[in-house]
């Protein structure tokens, strides 16, 4: 069972475009975490959000956290071909040490 | 600073065989995990350690076996290879329970 939904799976669009993914569950979460993943490379943390309704940016990406720290979505606002990718949301739960991952969002940004 | 390294690589390796692979970590990070990683699916955790001399089952953890003898090194052993092993293997370490940080991972293909 995925307790973290992402969406979309794929997403191939245009430099300069803006776009926004999701990750979606039932369940809440004390924080959430965004990582980006590179082909042939380990995923590398993005941000953390940890307060429900925070807003974090990081140059041109958006992270919020839903205000019942159930969701979170990333925005990336004139996409780059550097910003390719898969982007992976995780959660924790404070009675669990293991993080809950969502399957990720393979974004493709065409020069 | 060489945060989380994995060796080898890459390995191919006939059902039935076993090997080990290494992760270190120089951070001083308490917690350490072992992912795996196939298409579709995210990273599901193995095992995983909360300190030295400690280890625990994951998600998927049939199949495999875990030390942590050093507080550095972290080490994933398969006893038996099997085909449904075949995977792209990560290991992680983090101070805290969430915020990892992950090797380049180990492309592991057992025929």
């Known amino acids: 069972t995925q307790l973290l939904e992402q969406s979309p799976q794929f997403l191939s669009i245009q430099e300069g475009e803006n776009l926004t993914v999701y990750c979606n569950s039932s369940?809440?979460?004390?924080?959430l975490q965004w990582y980006r993943q590179e082909p042939g490379e380990g995923p590398v943390l993005l941000v953390t959000?940890?307060?429900g309704g925070e807003v974090k940016k990081l140059k041109r990406l958006t992270f919020q956290f839903g205000d019942a720290r159930k969701d979170s979505s990333l925005h990336i606002t004139a996409a780059q071909p550097g910003d390719t990718g898969l982007y992976l949301c995780?959660?924790?739960?404070?009675?669990?040490?293991?993080?809950?991952w969502g399957a990720g969002t393979k974004l493709i940004i065409k020069p | 600073n060489a945060g989380v390294t994995q060796t080898p690589k890459f390995r191919v390796l006939k059902t039935g065989q076993s090997m080990t692979l290494l992760c270190a970590q120089d951070?001083?990070?308490?917690?350490m995990y072992w992912y795996r990683q196939d298409p579709g699916m995210g990273l599901r955790l193995i095992h995983y350690?909360?300190?030295?001399?400690?280890?625990a089952k994951g998600e998927v953890p049939d199949g495999y076996n875990v030390s942590r003898l050093k507080k550095q090194n972290f080490l994933l052993g398969l006893e038996s290879a099997a085909p449904s092993q075949t995977s792209v293997y990560f290991c992680?370490?983090?101070?805290?329970?969430?915020?990892?940080?992950f090797g380049p991972g180990t492309r592991l293909t057992v025929l």
């Open positions: 992680a370490s983090s101070r805290r329970r969430v915020e990892q940080f």
């Open positions: 951070m001083n990070h308490e917690y």
């Open positions: 350690s909360v300190g030295e001399g400690t280890t």
């Open positions: 369940s809440v979460f004390s924080s």
């Open positions: 959000v940890v307060t």
């Open positions: 995780a959660g924790a739960r404070d009675s669990n040490y293991q993080l809950i």
